[in-house]
């Protein structure tokens, strides 16, 4: 059972990432940006690319973001592998810490890659994928694709509400990708499950790295 906490990580980390680059090539190479596709009244695909962090947030310049992002990912891998075989660890614990990995290293790929192999056309054009004329920016530049809009409800305030009466209030609005989603539910699971992972001091425990 050990050995196959180390293969299950692995397993998630590689479903997660190569799902989510289909998803965001395919976006980039058939939506222009800034394009929505209407699936339900609180479904949508709207390709929106961003420099920041999960949801659209920013923080920092974009290398330092792309570092961050990077050093990140070194980090729960090297935790992955060592925590592999503890007798404490359990399979659902592996998955969450895998989630989260693979989601961070699904955005790291755009953040290096995307813009040495795409080029940012003006609506309506569409990305192309390895540009004659190279891409639209160097490496660690590349702007996070994002895709996954749920707008599930909204309302207005009513006009007797302090600072906000009258505004239109959405839920949900941030324009997510599959990383983000990975990154999000893995920290929720762990949070909600697997608190005493986080807490509980396992240095008795000796089993092999």
């Given at each position: 059972?050990?050995?196959?906490?180390?293969?299950?990580?692995?397993?998630?980390?590689?479903?997660?990432?190569?799902?989510?680059?289909?998803?965001?090539?395919?976006?980039?190479?058939?939506?222009?940006?800034?394009?929505?596709?209407?699936?339900?009244?609180?479904?949508?695909l709207v390709f929106v690319q961003n420099n920041g962090m999960a949801f659209g947030m920013e923080m920092?310049?974009?290398?330092?973001?792309?570092?961050?992002?990077?050093?990140?990912?070194?980090?729960?891998?090297?935790?992955?592998?060592?925590?592999?075989?503890?007798?404490?660890?359990?399979?659902?614990?592996?998955?969450?810490?895998?989630?989260?990995?693979?989601?961070?290293?699904?955005?790291?790929?755009?953040?290096v890659l995307y813009g040495l192999i795409f080029n940012n056309p003006m609506p309506p054009e569409v990305?192309?994928?390895?540009?004659?004329?190279?891409?639209?920016?160097?490496?660690?530049?590349?702007?996070?694709?994002?895709?996954?809009?749920?707008?599930?409800?909204?309302?207005?305030?009513?006009?007797?509400?302090?600072?906000?009466?009258?505004?239109?209030?959405?839920?949900?609005?941030?324009?997510?990708n599959f990383a983000d989603a990975a990154i999000s539910v893995g920290m929720i699971v762990m949070l909600?499950?697997?608190?005493?992972?986080?807490?509980?001091?396992?240095?008795?425990?000796?089993?092999?790295?």
């Amino acid at each position: 059972m050990k050995s196959h906490k180390g293969l299950l990580a692995l397993a998630v980390i590689l479903a997660v990432v190569v799902i989510d680059q289909f998803i965001k090539i395919w976006v980039k190479t058939h939506f222009y940006l800034g394009e929505d596709y209407r699936i339900t009244d609180w479904f949508q695909l709207v390709f929106v690319q961003n420099n920041g962090m999960a949801f659209g947030m920013e923080m920092g310049s974009k290398l330092f973001l792309s570092l961050f992002r990077i050093v990140a990912v070194c980090g729960l891998i090297w935790l992955i592998v060592r925590i592999r075989n503890r007798s404490w660890v359990s399979c659902g614990f592996m998955a969450c810490l895998a989630l989260i990995t693979a989601g961070a290293a699904g955005n790291i790929i755009d953040c290096v890659l995307y813009g040495l192999i795409f080029n940012n056309p003006m609506p309506p054009e569409v990305a192309v994928m390895f540009p004659e004329g190279g891409g639209y920016a160097p490496v660690f530049h590349g702007m996070v694709v994002d895709m996954f809009y749920f707008p599930l409800f909204s309302f207005t305030w009513p006009d007797w509400m302090p600072w906000v009466g009258g505004d239109r209030f959405l839920f949900f609005q941030p324009v997510f990708n599959f990383a983000d989603a990975a990154i999000s539910v893995g920290m929720i699971v762990m949070l909600i499950f697997y608190s005493k992972h986080l807490t509980t001091d396992h240095h008795s425990d000796n089993a092999a790295d």
